[in-house]
């Protein structure tokens, strides 16, 4: 499977714990992105890398999250001291020229 | 501040017949669109695409037109299918931008009966 690849796929934690996630991209394409989906709403935008350069952040990414893509390879997404408004699905996605491939998603669930 | 707008939460269709999926846009900047079709649990995944220097394209089923005087592009599927029941997202990309992000529209789901 040369597709997106996101673990894990479900995430239940107990507010005020951290979590990690994982996104393996396509292996030829440097632009990676994080995108977080709300029930009802279409994914918005999180952060951006090109290599292992991140270019930008969106104002809804606090400075409880963090993201790093160490030698432009996968990327980690950590949330620290989660909240229940964290609750959604992350996602990442890469792309070649203008189309961006997904990945399946991690579901958060802050209990 | 929506960019991108999809003002049908809901659509539902018969089997056989086209579905027709609406989509406003607010920023003139926009020269890509993208729909994307989501299954639950699953990620988006990409459909179709149109350059603003067209107002149509076509593969096979889905047809996706865009109308830049409006601010308007549709997505048609003819004819629609009980598989084609999902979430569909409208998405642009800024031309003014070189990060190559997203602006997606909130979604319509789509329920094709048989």
């Known amino acids: 499977d040369t597709g997106v690849s996101q673990n894990p796929r479900h995430k239940i934690t107990k507010r005020g714990q951290n979590v990690t996630f994982r996104c393996d991209p396509i292996?030829?394409?440097?632009?990676l992105y994080w995108y977080r989906q709300t029930l009802g709403q279409g994914p918005e935008f999180l952060t951006y890398?090109?290599?292992?350069?991140?270019?930008?952040k969106s104002r809804l990414l606090s400075d409880r999250f963090s993201a790093e893509r160490p030698k432009g390879s996968f990327s980690t997404l950590e949330i620290q001291r989660t909240e229940q408004g964290d609750s959604a699905m992350y996602l990442c996605?890469?792309?070649?020229?203008?189309?961006?491939?997904f990945g399946q998603g991690t579901r958060l669930t802050v209990v | 501040d929506q960019q991108v707008k999809q003002n049908s939460p809901s659509l539902s269709v018969q089997e056989g017949r086209i579905s027709i999926l609406n989509c406003d846009y607010t920023?003139?900047?926009?020269?890509?669109f993208l729909w994307y079709k989501k299954y639950p649990a699953e990620g988006p995944t990409f459909l179709i695409s149109?350059?603003?220097?067209?107002d149509k394209n076509e593969d096979g089923r889905f047809t996706v037109f865009l109308n830049k005087s409006a601010k308007h592009l549709s997505l048609h599927i003819v004819p629609s299918q009980p598989g084609d029941s999902a979430v569909y997202f409208c998405?642009?990309?800024?031309?003014?931008?070189?990060?190559?992000?997203?602006?997606f529209g909130q979604g319509t789901t789509l329920q094709v009966k048989p």
């Open positions: 920023n003139s900047m926009f020269d890509y």
């Open positions: 998405a642009a990309y800024d031309g003014s931008s070189n990060t190559g992000k997203l602006i």
């Open positions: 996605a890469s792309s070649s020229a203008r189309l961006a491939f």
């Open positions: 149109i350059s603003s220097i067209k």
């Open positions: 292996s030829e394409h440097n632009r």
């Open positions: 890398f090109q290599n292992e350069a991140q270019l930008e």
